[in-house]
């Protein structure tokens, strides 16, 4: 069936360093992508979203790139900040039999250390 | 706009206790759901509403009862709390079906 599967964490990075999270999915439609971040104590926000193949989303110096022909859409920053820890979640929309349906990763944890 | 508000932040029950979790928008969103969250698990639809007076089960239903009355209101409710429970429940909102969620703060329940 559709799902999601990102890298386990936690992933800890010292400040300005390169950051990749692994995202990848499994679905019979075409998908709409999502990144999704949870903050400490907070609810989970829209990071960036591609809605169709070679689209790139890109917010806050993170970005991600829907590649449809390794079904992945890999979470991106060039040089994180500690105020980037925080908890990430890919997550997938895709049409089903009864509507659209969201499916979410399992989450990865960042921490950046000074 | 507050957005997506959820009440209580924080709950502690003790088995077979039944309480109503409350989330409410006010987005005049169609599509409103309910997500527990659980380490390890990231998050599990419980139930979801596409309108007023519609709702339908998600991947974990059992134990969980919603209504929907209005656009705005969205509860759900525990009719006997077990341990298994425990979790962090998230409600969330978004114009239709699939398409970008809005998500509230959270509540934090506990059962003994």
């Known amino acids: 069936g559709d799902s999601v599967t990102q890298m386990e964490g936690p992933v800890t990075l010292s400040e300005e360093a390169f950051l990749t999270i692994n995202c990848t999915y499994t679905?019979?439609?075409?998908?709409?992508l999502f990144w999704y971040v949870q903050y400490p104590g907070e609810g989970l926000q829209l990071l960036l979203k591609a809605t169709k193949a070679d689209d790139k989303g890109s917010n806050k110096g993170f970005e991600a790139t829907y590649r449809k022909e390794t079904t992945s859409f890999h979470l991106e920053k060039g040089s994180v900040q500690v105020s980037d820890s925080a908890v990430y979640f890919c997550?997938?929309?895709?049409?089903?039999?009864?509507?659209?349906?969201?499916?979410f990763g399992t989450g990865t944890s960042l921490t950046v250390i000074p | 706009n507050a957005g997506v508000t959820q009440t209580p932040k924080f709950q502690v029950l003790k088995t077979g206790q039944s309480m109503t979790l409350q989330c409410a928008q006010d987005?005049?969103?169609?599509?409103m759901s309910w997500y527990r969250q659980d380490p390890g698990m990231g998050l599990r639809l419980i139930h979801y509403?596409?309108?007023?007076?519609?709702?339908d089960q998600g991947e974990v239903p059992n134990g969980y009862n919603v209504s929907r009355s209005t656009t705005e209101d969205f509860p759900l409710r525990l009719l006997s709390a077990a341990p298994s429970q425990t979790s962090v429940y998230f409600c969330?909102?978004?114009?239709?079906?699939?398409?970008?969620?809005?998500f509230g703060p959270g509540t934090r329940l506990t059962v003994l």
């Open positions: 987005m005049n969103h169609e599509y």
């Open positions: 679905a019979t439609g075409y998908p709409s």
């Open positions: 969330a909102s978004s114009r239709t079906r699939g398409v970008t969620q809005y």
């Open positions: 509403s596409v309108g007023a007076g519609i709702t």
């Open positions: 997550a997938l929309s895709v049409i089903t039999n009864t509507g659209n349906q969201f499916y």
